[in-house]
């Protein structure tokens, strides 16, 4: 079983940048599944953010297109989450998951969450 750990995730301004990471854990994570970032604000559901795929190919939420960039490095079972032009709309704890299909992620049809970081951003 691959544990997922967030971290990253601080206090920054209006405008600033975050780089969040996602290291596996107890098993290597295949590069042939789907890793992606979700985020879950108060009063608010949970959203996919982001998802990078074993070739590489990347799809995006609308609202951080242009300012989020995932990644993933399989040597050393990292997936990253580079945030720049933050707004305070992103504040949100974040968190990893994964699956077998982008879809599965974008649909969020995922089962187990991990205790996420927290972003948040300032005015």
Not at 70 to 80: A, G, H, R, T
């Amino acid at each position: 079983q691959v544990q997922l750990v967030e971290s990253g995730g601080g206090l920054v301004q209006t405008g600033g940048s975050l780089r969040l990471s996602c290291a596996a854990s107890g098993r290597s994570y295949s590069i042939y599944l789907v890793t992606g970032w979700f985020r879950h604000a108060p009063g608010k559901e949970r959203e996919f953010v982001a998802a990078i795929t074993w070739t590489g190919g990347t799809t995006y939420a609308d609202v951080v297109k242009g300012r989020f960039t995932i990644s993933k490095d399989n040597v050393k079972n990292m997936v990253y989450l580079q945030m720049n032009s933050l707004k305070p709309e992103d504040t949100a704890v974040y968190y990893c998951n994964k699956g077998e299909t982008v879809f599965d992620l974008v649909q969020m049809r995922l089962d187990s969450w991990g205790q996420g970081t927290q972003v948040t951003v300032s005015s």
